[in-house]
Structures are given as C-alpha cells and as structure tokens.
C-alpha cells in the first residue's frame, strides 16, 4: 500500500509544474481546445500542431560565435525567408559567448515579432546570446549547456540598467520569470537559494529546466524539434550569403580597430612620402572596407562617410597647405571624429576603437618612419651624402651670383619654394622658417644647386611701409 500511496502522492506532485507554468492562452498560435486542457508537450507551454499531410518544416538558423550586426542582418533575411515559404517553425542553434548589445537587442526584436514560432536549441548562451534565447517562444538546452552570465561591460548604473529591463522586458513577453532574467545582469538582484547579492547568475542546462527558464532537454536538434510537437520534422539549413559573411568579419572590434589603424597609417606614410603610391592606397582600401561594412550592415549611413571623408580631406588641406593648425584643421577634425561616431552609434565603443586605432598609429609611424630611415634600404632609396665645399665640391657659377641679392618669395616656403630674384624664379628654401608669400627675402648662400634664402628683417614691405 505505501509504495502505491508514495507513486500516487508523486503523480500528483508532477502536476504542480504545469498549473503554475504560463497559461496555455498566452500563446498566439495555441489552438482553442489547448487553452482549456493542460499541454501534453513536454515543454510545459503548448505543442506546435504541424499541418497534416506532411511532414513539418523547421529553418535552422546558426547562431554561432561573437554576436554582431552581419549576424543580425542574417537573422532577420533568415526569419522573413521562413515566413515566406510558410515554414512550420524556426530553430537557432544557439552556441556564442555573446558579444554586441545593439545587434542582440535587434535580433531579438525581430524574434519578438516574427509571426513563426521560434525554438531556441541552446548549447552556450552567454550574454547577449541569453537575451536572444530569451527571446525565442522555445527554449531547449542541450545536456551540459549553460544560460547566463549577462551582465554588460562597463557594468555602469545606467548600463545595467537598461540592460536588465531589457532582459525582464523579453522574459515577461515570453511568460518566463523576468527575476531570473535580471539576476544574470545584475549583481544587486538576489534569489534565495538560487544566488546571492553580489553575483552574477548562469545556469545550467538541468538548473534552468527545473527553474521553467528553459523547456526542455534535448541531445539534438531533432530531438529539440519533438519536445515542441514537430516530429520528423524535416530541417533547411539555412547560412549566411558571402556578403553577410564579409560584414560580419569586418564589424568585429578587433577587425575595425584594424583597418582603422592600417588606414591611418597608409594616410600618415603618404603625407611623410612624395607623391602617390603604396600606403596611400592600402590606406584608403582600408577605410572603404570599414566603411563599406558598416553601410551594408545598416551600421552607418551615407552621413558618416560624407562626414569622414570631409574631415579627411580638411586635414590633408590643413597639413600640405596651410600653416600652422587653424580653424581648417579643427573643423577636418570635428567632421572626422563625427563620421566615425555615427559608425558605431555607441560613444564608448567609438572611444575605444578609435583612441586605439589613433595610439597604435602614432607609435607604429614614429617607429616604422624612424626604422626606415636608418635601414640600408632607405639608404639605396635616398642621397644621403653631403657635398661640402671644404672637401672640393662648388656649385655651379651661375648660382653663386645670386648670392647675397635681394628679391621676393612667389609661394610659401616651407621651407621649399619658389622666388623670384632680379625678375628670374628660382628654387629655393630657407634654414627652416616659414615664410609667407610675398615676402622680402635675401639669398645668403648657395647648397649646389639650392638657393638658401632669409626673409629680410627690414626694408620696404608692400605700400612703402617697413617690415620687421
């Protein structure tokens, strides 16, 4: 008698999950008769009635690695291509130690609203994966499979914050407990018996099935697909197009805080170099990689490149042609950091990458340019000898007579330039001052064939008035 009071009283035990998990009614796609009887799934919420005649139809969709805006772009093409081929259901193969916020926040917001019923199979879903897996109508966890550890880097106030209404927010629209969801955000939320202040939640795969967080166990796929009631489903793979594929390999931080940085420095070995060549182009390729990634994801728009490209084309303005650093040069500046803002739609993220990109620039130029200088190959490349008149070498006459006569500068010399001396133009430059266009200038000596030139400390200027 004991042994079958002892089954009895455990039968009746078993039923208590069901009464008190979410009402069968909440679902948009239960039938009528579900919403009044308990649900035989496995899953605690109610089975997925496929269309009779045929086997059911179940899109897969891989969400595997870091999170970033090209996998939200596959996400969604992925989502409207099972709607429209009338699909039974759509699994995400869930295995991602997480990564951008913004691209989990808009992946799940199209789960929200996709009108297929979504099943997420999760393996490891850390961070932003858990939102998205939260965010699924189904949740089944492999054996061994972990959910949690969300909690956003910098863990500001404000950040965990939002962070956490966003991940209660999903719970709740799912029918899941929304404390469960925030205690993986947020260190101040405390659970009795399932974590204390102070730390941050991650579940296991057994944990989060007997909390109700997830559904079901499954070992595969399939399995996955006959706790939700599709059966013999049959499975269209579904992968990311080589654009797709592109995007996401170029929006990774640490690939943007490198093709920053090699456009930068292509940008800085050209204006240290004569004319157009090797860096300048690797550099602008570079940049249009960036770029173009950031268009195709829907990451930035025509502004921010318009506004990059302006503030570049500022400072190089700034650089070859004007003296000095002026309103040019703040303005090229302005624009520049304004276009990279809008590229990444996050102030912190921008700082990072782009304090990063700017640092490594300025230490690998320093670097490289100096290396470059003393390697023997720079020395086959350039003219380093000196020709001095102690050791024999004169310049030719007829620069000679132009020592110690007066004239005035055509262009700025910086310090290389032209003058004009008795009528004639002539190159020259000076001991390494600026000087203005139309300025008095005296020849003091003749370098082979360069002219070296001083402005003149006094004498007349333009109109008759002195020039100090």
Same mark, same amino acid.
């Given at each position: 008698?004991?042994?079958?009071?002892?089954?009895?009283?455990?039968?009746?035990?078993? &039923?208590?999950?069901?009464?008190?998990?979410?009402?069968?009614?909440?679902?948009?796609?239960?039938?009528?008769?579900?919403?009044?009887?308990?649900?035989?799934?496995?899953?605690?919420?109610?089975?997925?009635?496929?269309?009779?005649?045929?086997?059911?139809?179940?899109?897969?969709?891989?969400?595997?690695?870091?999170?970033?805006?090209?996998?939200?772009?596959?996400?969604?093409?992925?989502?409207?291509?099972?709607?429209?081929?009338?699909?039974?259901?759509?699994?995400?193969?869930?295995?991602?130690?997480? !990564?951008?916020?913004?691209?989990?926040?808009?992946?799940?917001?199209?789960?929200?609203?996709?009108?297929?019923?979504?099943?997420?199979?999760?393996?490891?879903?850390?961070?932003?994966?858990?939102?998205?897996?939260?965010?699924?109508?189904?949740?089944?966890?492999?054996?061994?499979?972990?959910?949690?550890?969300? $909690?956003? &880097?910098?863990?500001? *106030?404000? &950040?965990?914050?939002?962070?956490?209404? *966003?991940?209660?927010?999903?719970?709740?629209?799912?029918? @899941?407990?929304?404390?469960?969801?925030?205690?993986?955000?947020?260190?101040?939320? $405390?659970?009795?018996?399932?974590?204390?202040?102070?730390?941050?939640?991650?579940?296991?795969?057994?944990?989060?099935?007997?909390?109700?967080?997830?559904?079901?166990?499954?070992?595969?796929?399939?399995?996955?697909?006959?706790?939700?009631?599709?059966?013999?489903?049959?499975?269209?793979?579904?992968?990311?197009?080589?654009?797709?594929? =592109?995007? @996401?390999?170029?929006?990774?931080?640490?690939?943007?805080?490198?093709?920053?940085?090699?456009?930068?420095?292509?940008?800085?070995?050209?204006?240290? =170099?004569?004319?157009?060549?090797?860096?300048?182009?690797?550099?602008?390729?570079?940049?249009?990689?960036?770029?173009?990634?950031?268009?195709?994801?829907?990451?930035?728009?025509?502004?921010?490149?318009?506004?990059?490209?302006?503030?570049?084309?500022?400072? &190089?303005?700034?650089?070859?042609?004007?003296?000095?650093?002026?309103?040019?040069?703040?303005?090229?500046?302005?624009?520049?950091?304004? !276009?990279?803002?809008?590229?990444?739609?996050?102030?912190?993220?921008?700082?990072?990458?782009?304090? !990063?990109?700017?640092?490594?620039?300025?230490?690998?130029?320093?670097?490289?340019?100096?290396?470059?200088?003393?390697?023997?190959?720079?020395?086959?490349?350039?003219?380093? =000898?000196?020709?001095?008149?102690?050791?024999?070498?004169?310049?030719?006459?007829?620069?000679?007579?132009?020592?110690?006569?007066?004239?005035?500068?055509?262009?700025?010399?910086?310090?290389?330039?032209?003058?004009?001396?008795?009528?004639?133009?002539?190159?020259?430059?000076?001991?390494? *001052?600026?000087? *203005?266009?139309? =300025?008095?200038?005296?020849?003091?000596?003749?370098?082979?064939?360069?002219?070296?030139?001083?402005?003149?400390?006094?004498?007349?200027?333009?109109? !008759?008035?002195? @020039?100090?």
């Amino acid at each position: 008698m004991w042994p079958e009071r002892t089954r009895l009283l455990a039968s009746l035990l078993a &039923i208590v999950p069901w009464v008190l998990g979410p009402w069968p009614g909440q679902w948009p796609w239960t039938p009528a008769s579900a919403a009044s009887s308990p649900p035989v799934s496995p899953t605690r919420r109610p089975s997925l009635s496929p269309r009779p005649g045929r086997a059911p139809v179940v899109y897969v969709i891989p969400v595997r690695g870091v999170i970033e805006l090209g996998l939200a772009d596959f996400v969604r093409r992925s989502l409207a291509e099972a709607s429209r081929h009338g699909a039974d259901a759509v699994l995400l193969e869930v295995n991602t130690p997480g !990564g951008r916020l913004d691209a989990g926040e808009e992946i799940r917001d199209a789960l929200l609203q996709s009108p297929i019923p979504t099943i997420a199979y999760v393996q490891r879903a850390q961070s932003a994966g858990a939102l998205i897996s939260l965010a699924c109508q189904f949740l089944v966890m492999a054996p061994g499979a972990s959910i949690g550890a969300a $909690e956003p &880097i910098p863990a500001e *106030e404000k &950040i965990v914050s939002a962070v956490r209404a *966003e991940f209660e927010a999903t719970a709740q629209a799912r029918g @899941r407990d929304p404390q469960v969801a925030a205690a993986m955000v947020d260190r101040s939320v $405390e659970i009795p018996g399932l974590v204390e202040k102070g730390k941050i939640l991650t579940l296991s795969a057994a944990r989060a099935v007997e909390l109700g967080l997830a559904d079901a166990l499954a070992a595969s796929r399939e399995q996955a697909a006959a706790a939700v009631g599709l059966s013999e489903a049959r499975f269209v793979e579904l992968q990311p197009n080589w654009a797709e594929r =592109t995007a @996401r390999f170029l929006t990774e931080p640490v690939v943007s805080s490198l093709l920053l940085t090699v456009g930068f420095l292509g940008i800085v070995y050209e204006l240290a =170099t004569p004319g157009w060549g090797i860096p300048g182009s690797v550099g602008l390729a570079a940049l249009a990689l960036f770029f173009g990634a950031r268009l195709l994801t829907g990451l930035a728009g025509w502004l921010a490149v318009l506004l990059f490209v302006a503030g570049l084309v500022l400072l &190089i303005v700034e650089v070859l042609a004007l003296p000095g650093f002026g309103l040019v040069g703040v303005a090229g500046l302005a624009s520049l950091l304004s !276009g990279l803002y809008l590229s990444f739609h996050d102030l912190r993220a921008a700082a990072w990458v782009v304090g !990063g990109s700017l640092a490594a620039t300025v230490v690998l130029a320093a670097v490289t340019l100096g290396a470059l200088r003393k390697s023997r190959g720079a020395h086959r490349l350039v003219l380093t =000898t000196r020709q001095w008149p102690e050791e024999g070498y004169t310049a030719p006459a007829e620069m000679h007579r132009w020592v110690g006569r007066s004239g005035r500068a055509v262009t700025p010399l910086r310090p290389s330039g032209v003058v004009e001396v008795d009528g004639q133009r002539l190159d020259a430059s000076t001991e390494g *001052e600026y000087v *203005e266009a139309g =300025t008095p200038v005296q020849v003091v000596r003749s370098e082979g064939l360069r002219l070296v030139v001083r402005p003149q400390r006094s004498g007349p200027g333009p109109g !008759g008035e002195g @020039r100090t």
